[in-house]
């Protein structure tokens, strides 16, 4: 299984909304991530999990909130977004170290915030 | 931070034509990968290249790490071809490593 699975593919969600986003890997790496691309730009780190264990946060405001449960799952959990916050949101996964530690990306969950 | 450069940042080619996508960056590098994004979002891993050069049927890279560039070409192109084609590179910090993406190219091939 080489690929990065994320969930839902679209949320349509309101500034008063609480949703999670969700994604998963079963290829042993122990470090995953949250970008955010806007639209026409290119994808920006939010977070870094390395063994579960936040590692990079980029200043990232606290409504959003990213959890690691286990090895195999990162999730994203909103609250109080505004519509600015929309935008395409995609999770990696990476070996933590090694020869071949390239990034496997998940397709994304497009979210809109109305 | 570490800049990533890529060039041209638009090109329209014609069915079968080849092409050459650069990258520069500004300071050494653990890795770097090539990325092609297609119309749905979807982020594809094309080559990961930290130097020397790979290829893969109609595509091949060269990484020269000493002179902090790479080359992505793209030979006998196809209007499957088109989308954005990112350089991403990574940078180890504070003991985690950060994967930052140029600007991207946004590659049109036209039938």
């Known amino acids: 299984d080489t690929e990065v699975t994320q969930t839902p593919k679209h949320l349509v969600m309101g500034m008063t909304n609480k949703k999670s986003l969700k994604c998963e890997q079963h290829m042993g790496h122990r470090a995953m991530y949250w970008y955010k691309q806007k639209a026409k730009k290119p994808p920006e780190l939010m977070f870094v999990?390395?063994?579960?264990?936040?590692?990079i946060n980029e200043s990232v405001p606290s409504r959003f909130s990213p959890e690691c449960p286990n090895s195999s799952l990162l999730n994203l959990h909103l609250h109080a977004l505004q519509p600015e916050d929309s935008a395409l949101y995609l999770c990696?996964?990476?070996?933590?170290?090694?020869?071949?530690?390239?990034?496997?990306f998940g397709s994304g969950t497009r979210l809109t915030v109305v | 931070g570490i800049q990533v450069e890529q060039s041209p940042p638009d090109l329209i080619l014609q069915e079968g034509a080849n092409s050459t996508l650069r990258c520069n960056f500004s300071d050494s590098v653990n890795n770097l990968q090539w990325f092609h994004q297609n119309p749905w979002g979807q982020l594809i891993n094309l080559f990961y290249?930290?130097?020397g050069t790979k290829q893969n049927g109609r595509l091949s890279a060269t990484t020269v790490a000493t002179e902090r560039y790479s080359l992505l070409y793209i030979s006998s192109s196809q209007t499957t071809d088109s989308g954005v084609y990112f350089c991403?590179?990574?940078?180890?910090?504070?003991?985690?490593?950060?994967?930052?993406f140029g600007k991207g190219t946004k590659l049109t091939v036209n039938p």
């Open positions: 290249i930290p130097s």
């Open positions: 991403a590179v990574v940078k180890a910090q504070g003991g985690s490593e950060k994967l930052v």
């Open positions: 999990y390395s063994y579960e264990k936040l590692s």
């Open positions: 990696a996964s990476s070996q933590v170290r090694g020869p071949n530690y390239g990034y496997t």
